[in-house]
């Protein structure tokens, strides 16, 4: 047996730890709730069933180990998740080689310039930029681009069982962006959204695209450098097969920043070895790589702009 056998071997045995500690966690989760409910039970049907001073007991016995019990299993499902991030992490930049056409850079850990997130895209209302990770650099499709993972958090303050308040931050939206170049020379940032649609919304005359998008900013010769017929067209219909999951900004600068709600590509999910998990990998990012193929057709087709509007940007990466 070689050392790559050995080494898929010693994978394959610690996912299935994970899994087994997975597993021990969730009943540790749904035990401790069972506890918790169980002594408000007993506490409202003392009087049919027990003496008050054994139900007091019984309560106050269930309910700490229950609170326990959930707080435990909660920090060991956070333990097994980064554990088993830490294996998907050594398997990713294989398979990104093996299904992009050029690998630059991938790191699980390094983040995506979180200054693109300031433009507009229609987001919820949040406070601050987390879930950073899973930073990719090459060229997928033809197109020389930077993609990354991100979420973003709205902050809300509750108050404890002491009367303390302190801020608790929960996720309202989490994707990808993608960072390509479109070639085009534009006067102005063009934007488009399926996130939110603005009071003052304006229409570009095609129903189908309408419908599915709303447009945020851009002059009006703009928008039609940046959305032909036939890039509106795929998009509509990219749309229908997809939901509603993405927004656009093509920047004057010559950057092309694509969103996708909902992507989370270097998971473990339901794999069981590492045969599994690499083709799970190798399905994700292909499926990717045919949705992006679409929205970032402006920078693969080198489009030839109508003269004189702004500057030409220049390619990122």
């Known amino acids: 047996m070689t050392e790559y056998d050995l080494a898929l071997q010693a994978t394959d045995q610690r996912l299935e730890q994970l899994r087994r500690r997975a597993r021990r966690m969730e009943q540790m989760m749904y035990a401790g709730v069972l506890m918790f409910v169980g002594s408000g039970v007993m506490v409202v049907a003392d009087e049919m069933l027990l003496h008050w ?42 398979v990104l080689a093996r299904v992009m056409d050029r690998l630059d ?12 997130l300031d433009a507009n895209f229609g987001f919820p209302y949040y406070d601050r930029v987390d879930k950073h990770g899973d930073y990719v650099r090459g060229v997928f499709r033809g197109i020389p681009l930077e993609f990354g993972e991100f979420g973003l958090e709205e902050g809300e303050w509750v108050r404890d069982s002491d009367g303390e308040e302190h801020k608790q931050y929960v996720t309202v939206f989490a994707g990808i962006l993608v960072v390509c170049h479109h070639g085009l020379l534009l006067g102005s940032d063009v934007a488009v959204t399926q996130y939110s649609t603005p009071r003052d919304r304006r229409m570009t005359g095609d129903p189908g695209f309408d419908d599915a998008f709303s447009l945020l900013e851009g002059d009006e010769r703009d928008v039609e450098l940046a959305f032909p017929p036939h890039y509106r067209a795929q998009l509509t219909q990219l749309s229908m097969e997809r939901g509603k999951k993405f927004a656009l900004r093509f920047r004057r600068d010559g950057k092309l920043l694509i969103v996708l709600r909902g992507w989370d590509l270097f998971e473990l999910g339901e794999s069981k070895n590492t045969g599994e998990l690499m083709d799970k990998l ?32 220049t390619p990122c990466g």
């Not at 850079?105 to 693109?116: L, M, V």
């Not at 992006?292 to 489009?303: C, D, K, Q, Y």
Request: aromatic fraction near 8%; charged fraction near 20%; include cysteine.
């Open 53 to 94: 001073d054994i139900a007091i007991f019984l309560c106050l016995l269930l309910a700490p180990l229950g609170i326990i019990m959930v707080m435990g299993s909660l920090l060991g499902g956070w333990l097994v998740s980064r554990a088993e991030k830490k294996v998907t992490a050594a398997y990713a930049p294989a």
């Open 105 to 116: 850079w991938y790191d699980h850990r390094e983040q995506i310039d979180r200054n693109y």
């Open 282 to 313: 190798e399905r994700e990012l292909m499926d990717f790589g045919d949705v992006l193929t679409i929205l970032g057709s402006p920078a693969r087709e080198g489009v030839r702009p109508a003269a004189g509007s702004g500057p030409q940007g």
